[in-house]
């Protein structure tokens, strides 16, 4: 069940818009990976596949989306914290748009 749920995420991943893909989208943007750890979210937009001088062209550094913590705020969040703080995927996330996520916080 687990190898098979980590390729449909990879698989996922590389799908997904990188940089600027989702602009202009707003709250139509999809959320298509959730990461999570003691009631702070982060729903992830784009990602960043790797910058022209990294050592590791695949390394994800950043992406965009949705980060709630008090407050939701759209705007860059860096993988590499969000790691550092434990962050965890959410294996069973169902891709939707911000404008959804908003709606269920509420």
Request: net charge negative; proline share 4%; glycine share 8%.
């Amino acid at each position: 069940y687990f190898i098979d749920k980590l390729i449909e995420i990879a698989e996922r991943i590389a799908a997904m818009p990188k940089t600027y893909g989702t602009e202009g989208q707003g709250m139509q943007a999809v959320a298509h990976l959730h990461y999570f750890v003691s009631g702070f979210d982060w729903y992830i937009t784009e990602t960043d596949m790797g910058a022209p001088n990294d050592t590791d062209p695949g390394a994800q550094h950043q992406a965009h989306g949705l980060a709630c913590f008090h407050e939701a705020e759209v705007g860059y969040i860096s993988i590499v914290e969000l790691l550092r703080s434990r962050a965890e995927l959410d294996l069973h996330w169902t891709p939707c748009t911000l404008a959804c996520v908003r709606e269920a916080r509420a």
